[in-house]
């Protein structure tokens, strides 16, 4: 080996790194590069939970582009554990960066004193039309507005025409019950020789939770909470498991039917819009989008707000308060419909060109919406950080019941019991449907 | 020709001695055999996932719908990989990516190798517990480590810069560092520093001439593992800046909720850097097999 060459060349590497890194050293908090279309002076940082994905943010960034005017935004999507340590450091350490936290609505939950007022801005669009619950909801179990509904969404079934062939007779697809919905998944599954064809996103990623917690329950039992163990629960999770012998299995390593639907294997399936629409909108021709299914009590269906929210702090208040009346105005909300299958919060005529995928799926969620038996349901509301472990016990039901074959009583009595302490040590309201009631119980 | 030869005086020795116990030769074939084939079923294990990945990170994306999927590269598109480069922030990321690496790599040496050497060559009060302290700095999650540094950083105004997410990256990379220099410090026998010392060289001198040389294998292995650390977190990267993001936190958790295709153009791109950097380290980890270190 010659020692002699590695001698020189590390020596000499050794003196280059150590210049280059006292050299860089101050250099270096200059030299990054934005990741985030603009950022630094003047600009206002948009830190938001939603419009992640590749494509969707680039949508989302052409739409802020077009109604921002002459105020720079970055715009930073992140997951929603970096969103809250995030803003949790900042305003801890009472410097904050972040000008305008978009997210949904449990997302700003915690956060919810430490939001600016906004009742200027909201007094600003009082003619926007936003409907009463919306303003409840964004006072955030405060006093006063403290963000503005920014998006709304919620989840439909997604039907290939192909499978209309094995429709129950006498059912209208879309006013289906969920009697009807088995029938035609067991008459689908009997056509294809054994090989199921209806679908559910329950992966390890996939949003089968609100299903349980925002369609199922409600349609079965009228409430999600108090009524988790009841006798309408046991048969409402009896149906489920007669759904799951019905459903493809590979279900459970769906996250997003939006894939297996373009690819055929599954030819109906219930997801969130934002997660079926990409299948839909290549070939609108092919494919229904119809509303959930009834139960015995109702059409339960579960709807997702998000709002755009000020921290308290914010380096460009002002900007950050014009940039949200500028994305509520009926124009940037409708953009952001066509672009990213959200729907607006205001009041407005969504109007007839719409691309054809997210005409299919406004039809769908207006008649899911203004259904005569409609009974509207929320995510959780002001559970924090318990907010996952309760959607666990969902999931963990499914798992028993479905997955399992446990008995449909005992895991509802012992996942109940779970849910039940859980909601004792938090003490907070019921939300919809649950009855209005100061302390939200488990029966 | 010598083989000609060799047959020949294999066959005369043949002939001599018939019963020759030819057993342990095709023991020493077979195990060659078996050593080849090892090799192939690893290189496989190693190399088919990325290879699957190119191959789909290339293919169209109506190609990613059909089933089966081929195991050729038919559907040949770079249309995915060019939408995925152009978004936001996917170059700036690349760049801020392979920055921080870098830094993070020079730094960590930079106080590493001397403090690996100090553990490998002087016993000095404490140096037990001071081992076994380094590590405590990876027992902790970084979340715990983040949220304060944050808080940290924005009163300082180092938050949201490169400079922020390599001191944190240093911190985590110095204990591995420190611990596998020392280890190959301690393989570097004394007498030959001595020597050096003997004909002339200043302690530095011995250190940065005879030593130096003699570790780089332990170096290039640590350099390795820190590049490879520093470029895969993503959690204290993410919590620590904000529009200057790295790669990863860039992209890896919109990634999980992106449609097929981008995920596998943003799998490509997160492994390829990686891998030429371990490309090029790959010769000086070599060595650690060869004759420098003894």
Redesign the interface.
């Known amino acids: ?1 010659s ?1 002699l060459a ?2 020189d060349v ?2 000499r590497a ?1 003196l280059k ?2 210049l ?2 006292l050299a ?2 101050p250099v ?13 002076e003047g600009s206002v ?1 948009f ?1 938001s939970t939603q419009f ?4 969707e ?2 949508k989302y ?1 052409s739409t802020l582009k077009k109604f921002a005017g002459d105020i720079q935004v ?6 929603t554990g ?1 969103f809250n ?2 803003l ?3 305003l ?2 009472g ?1 904050v ?2 000008g305008i936290a978009g997210g949904l609505h449990s997302d700003l939950v915690p956060f919810a004193s430490q939001f600016e007022d906004l009742s200027s801005v909201t007094s600003d669009l009082s003619s926007a039309g936003y409907s009463e619950d919306l303003l409840e909801l964004a006072k955030l179990g405060t006093d006063t507005p403290r963000y503005i509904p920014w998006i709304q969404a919620t989840y439909v079934v997604a039907v290939n025409k192909k499978a209309l062939d094995w429709l129950p007779s006498g059912a209208d697809v879309n006013n289906l019950t969920y009697d009807q919905y088995l029938a035609w998944a067991q008459a689908a599954k009997a056509a294809n020789g054994g090989r199921p064809v209806f679908g559910i996103p329950a992966g390890p ?1 996939g949003l089968h939770h609100r299903f349980y917690q925002g369609f199922l329950l409600p349609s079965f039992t009228g409430g999600q909470i108090t009524t988790f163990r009841n006798a309408d629960a046991v048969t409402a999770w009896t149906y489920m498991r007669d759904l799951w012998a019905n459903t493809n299995p590979a279900s459970a390593n769906y996250d ?1 039917m ?2 297996p639907l ?2 055929g ?1 599954v030819l109906v399936a219930w997801d969130h819009v934002a997660r079926l629409i ?1 299948a839909v909108q290549n070939k609108p021709d092919d494919w229904l989008m119809v509303p959930a299914p009834s139960g015995p009590r109702g059409k339960g269906y579960l709807l997702i707000v998000g709002g755009m929210a000020v921290p308290q702090g914010s380096p460009e208040k002002d900007k950050a308060f014009a940039l949200i009346k500028a994305l509520s105005r009926p124009e940037a909300q409708i953009e952001t419909l066509k672009s990213n299958a959200f729907f607006p919060t205001v009041k407005t005529e969504i109007g007839g060109d719409l691309p054809g995928g997210i005409a299919l799926e406004a039809k769908a969620v207006k008649a899911q919406q203004e259904a005569g038996d409609a009974i509207l349901a929320l995510p959780p509301v002001g559970l924090g950080d318990k907010d996952p472990q309760v959607s666990q016990l969902f999931k963990n039901c499914f798992q028993e019941i479905c997955l399992n074959n446990a008995d449909v009583k005992a895991t509802l009595d012992r996942q109940g019991a779970e849910l039940a302490s859980i909601m004792d040590t938090l003490n907070v309201p019921c939300w919809a449907p649950d009855p209005d009631a100061d302390q939200c119980k488990v029966a | 020709m010598s083989h000609t030869k060799t047959t020949e005086t294999t066959t005369q020795a043949a002939r001599q001695q018939p019963e020759v116990d030819r057993r342990p030769l095709a023991r020493q074939r077979r195990n060659r055999m078996l050593l080849q084939a090892a090799c192939i079923v690893i290189t496989l294990f190693m190399a088919l996932p990325i290879y699957l990945i190119a191959l789909s990170a290339t293919s169209s994306r109506a190609a990613l719908q059909e089933f089966p999927l081929s195991f050729i590269p038919d559907n040949f598109s770079l249309e995915t990989m060019e939408t995925f480069l152009q978004s936001t922030g996917i170059l700036g990321g690349l760049i801020n990516s392979v920055q921080v690496g870098i830094f993070t790599l020079l730094l960590s040496l930079i106080i590493g190798v001397p403090a690996g050497y100090a553990v490998a060559r002087f016993a000095f009060p404490g140096r037990d517990p001071y081992q076994l302290f380094l590590l405590f700095t990876r027992a902790l999650p970084i979340v715990v480590l983040s949220v304060p540094l944050a808080q940290l950083f924005l009163q300082t105004g180092l938050y949201d810069s490169v400079i922020a997410v390599v001191l944190l990256h240093t911190a985590l990379a110095l204990p591995t560092t420190i611990l596998i220099t020392s280890s190959v410090f301690l393989g570097v026998p004394r007498d030959v520093e001595e020597a050096a010392r003997i004909f002339g060289c200043s302690p530095v001198q011995a250190f940065l001439k005879v030593v130096m040389p003699m570790a780089i294998p332990g170096i290039a292995a640590a350099s390795i593992f820190t590049f490879v650390m520093s470029w895969n977190e993503v959690l204290g990267a993410s919590i620590l800046t904000l529009n200057q993001r790295t790669l990863p936190a860039q992209v890896l958790t919109s990634l999980a909720e992106s449609p097929l295709a981008y995920r596998f153009a943003g799998g490509f791109l997160l492994v390829v850097p990686a891998l030429v950097f371990i490309f090029f380290m790959r010769r000086y980890l070599t060595n650690m097999w060869g004759s420098t270190i003894r």
């Open positions: 080996m020692d590695y001698n590390s020596r050794l790194g150590g280059l890194a860089t050293g270096l908090a200059a030299c990054g590069v934005n990741t985030s279309g603009s950022g630094g940082n830190l992640s994905p590749v494509e943010r680039q960034e970055a715009y930073n999507p992140v997951d970096v340590t995030t949790k450091s900042q801890a350490a410097k960066e972040v990623k997003f939006q894939e373009g690819n294997e990409n």
